[in-house]
């Protein structure tokens, strides 16, 4: 049944009184005195889980409806009060739903793979087909001979038949040394990417990072080596509000508590670290060693919240939840602080000596 016409239905079942329903249904009102109440709920549990489309919708019109809730008849005021609460459940499920989404759609940049860079090969060219070149060349002679000049004509088609195949060789032939030029071309970058030279490896992250969550702003970047300095989110990007569930069973939204909001914040890192490494060494296949410098937008400078080193050997970057784990172990992991482990920038006395030229460096850029 379409949503509107179950919002139809509702809305005349909330507004016909339940003595005319009950008359209108003895059967129905029979059956359901008589059921238990447990197979009732096993019922709508089966139904929840089989149609779940539907039972949000449901949900939806219950809320619209304001009959959530059980009905009382004690009087207008308490059925007041119930609306009031099943839309104020409703409207706290919405919110739960979106932050649930909102924290999916942010974590996810952890789960991401990326396809290891190949060396490029261009393809061959097409068969050029004379046919076109033959018929413009007879469009444009074929006025030399009079119609009743049958022999002149035949003489006309096949010059240019024969001029037809050989633009058509000819522009095969260019269209070989074009695609042999630029293989060429692609296997001496490919060459230079393999062999680590500088150029080419910077030139690979920056264009792997340029669909990215989080922006590349610095490189350093050699032979089996490179340095990365990775513009990261801040906190602010988190939902408003926390998704949990009541001890009910229900969806629903809270203010973060500080722990909580710090923790998922760390994860929120450790997923971007996650993915830098991945698509860092998808990009360069001749990087062994890498460094990552996670920054992050202050008011007048960029201040570093990690600045931790990773080996390709160690093949731990595969795991999802890797991240987390190399910022809370590492000696420049996260600055976490206090009792609820907020996580906070390192002072500029605790940073590498070169961590300020990079800095600098990345402001340029």
């Not at 016909?16 to 096993?42: E, G, I």
């Not at 919110?95 to 090969?121: K, N, P, S, Y």
């Not at 007879?138 to 096949?158: C, D, H, L, P, V």
């Not at 030279?197 to 490189?219: G, H, L, N, Y």
Request: hydrophobic share 40%; net charge positive; charged share 30%.
């Amino acid at each position: 049944m379409g949503f509107a016409r179950r919002m139809v239905r509702k809305s005349v079942r909330k507004a016909t009184p339940r003595s005319v329903r009950r008359a209108m249904h003895p059967v129905r009102t029979v059956k359901n005195a008589v059921t238990p109440r447990p197979t009732k709920q096993v019922s709508r549990t089966a139904y929840v889980v089989t149609h779940p489309v539907g039972a949000a919708e449901n949900k939806i019109i219950d809320v619209a409806l304001g009959s959530g809730g059980r009905r009382r008849t004690a009087g207008v005021g308490r059925r007041s009060s119930a609306s009031q609460a099943a839309a104020g459940v409703g409207v706290r499920a919405a919110e739960a739903a979106a932050a649930l989404e909102e924290l999916t759609r942010l974590m996810a940049v952890g789960h991401q793979r990326f396809t290891e860079a190949q060396r490029l090969l261009v393809p061959e060219p097409d068969p050029v087909d004379a046919k076109p070149f033959m018929e413009r060349e007879w469009a444009r002679r074929k006025t030399e001979a009079r119609w009743w000049q049958r022999g002149r004509q035949r003489e006309i088609r096949r010059e240019a038949r024969d001029y037809g195949e050989r633009r058509a060789v000819d522009t095969y032939v260019r269209a070989q040394r074009d695609q042999q030029e630029r293989q060429s071309l692609a296997d001496a970058q490919w060459d230079d990417l393999c062999r680590g030279e500088r150029s080419a490896v910077t030139t690979a992250i920056f264009d792997v990072f340029r669909d990215s969550p989080s922006q590349v702003v610095a490189v350093d970047a050699c032979g089996s080596e490179a340095t990365i300095g990775v513009l990261l989110p801040g906190p602010q990007v988190l939902p408003e509000k926390m998704p949990h569930t009541t001890p009910t069973g229900r969806l629903s939204a809270k203010a973060w508590p500080k722990t909580e909001f710090n923790e998922a914040y760390a994860g929120l890192l450790g997923a971007h670290l996650v993915a830098a490494s991945r698509r860092t060494w998808a990009a360069a296949p001749s990087l062994m060693q890498l460094r990552i410098i996670g920054l992050r937008e202050a008011d007048v400078r960029r201040e570093v919240l990690f600045d931790v080193e990773i080996c390709r050997a160690d093949g731990g970057w595969n795991s999802d939840d890797w991240g987390a784990s190399v910022l809370g172990e590492a000696r420049r992991g996260l600055n976490r602080v206090g009792k609820s482990r907020e996580v906070r920038a390192w002072a500029e006395g605790d940073l590498s000596p070169d961590v300020p030229l990079l800095l600098r460096r990345s402001k340029r850029s």
